[in-house]
């Protein structure tokens, strides 16, 4: 079953504080994302990644930074979080014409 | 400038009525458009995608249309459950490639009631 698991689900921070979100995949995809959403708006991209070590800028990436060592996993990072980065993150990866996304991480930022 | 416009933003349907969602958008290119389902406090789900210039899918009580003349696609919900109650999310790709942009709309909240 192809699936797109993210870790932790929900999380709490405080302002300041540096922020770890995981995302894995079992499918081998070379391609993930990082996107957030945020209400009446829809998904941003922050991050897009091709491959190991391969990543690029999506649209709104000021403030996070992404690491990929392992085609599987794809983490999104933010370095002294701040109180608009409260939202929900998804990740997800794609194959040929087909895009999988995990359940969420929602992090709200004191 | 939001290159995805759905409407309506919220429906509420008693269940077993039909309903439309619309989905109007900018994007050029427009390779292709999704139809997502995101159940609350989850991921989304792809229900459909749409690639040709008039394209038509159905997806057992879903069925979706897209006219790229009038950047413009519609998902119908026939005999609707409860089990359809979420977020539907147009969403539009300007390649037919993982390097293309996907553009997300915001959404249309579906509630049905019994």
């Known amino acids: 079953d192809m699936k797109v698991t993210q870790m932790p689900r929900y999380l709490i921070k405080r302002m300041g504080e540096n922020v770890l979100l995981e995302c894995g995949q079992d499918m081998s995809h070379e391609t993930m994302y990082w996107y957030r959403q945020d209400p009446g708006l829809g998904l941003q991209l922050i991050y897009i990644?091709?491959?190991?070590?391969?990543?690029s800028e999506g649209d709104i990436p000021k403030g996070y930074r992404v690491s990929r060592k392992k085609r599987e996993h794809f983490s999104l990072i933010l370095d002294s979080a701040k109180t608009n980065q409260t939202s929900v993150y998804f990740c997800?990866?794609?194959?040929?014409?087909?895009?999988?996304f995990g359940a969420g991480t929602r992090l709200s930022v004191l | 400038k939001t290159q995805v416009e759905q409407s309506p933003q919220s429906l509420v349907v008693r269940q077993g009525e039909n309903c439309v969602l619309q989905c109007n958008y900018s994007v050029t290119p427009d390779n292709h458009l999704r139809w997502f389902k995101q159940d609350t406090g989850k991921g989304l789900v792809s229900l459909t995608v749409l690639v040709d210039q008039k394209d038509k899918t159905s997806n057992g009580r879903y069925s979706a249309t897209l006219d790229k003349d009038a950047k413009h696609s519609t998902l119908h919900i026939t005999a609707t459950l409860l089990d359809d109650t979420a977020t539907y999310i147009c969403v539009v790709g300007d390649r037919g490639s993982a390097l293309g942009r996907l553009h997300f709309g915001a959404g249309t909240q579906l509630i049905v009631i019994p």
């Open positions: 990644s091709y491959d190991v070590d391969s990543n």
């Open positions: 997800a990866s794609s194959f040929e014409n087909t895009l999988y």
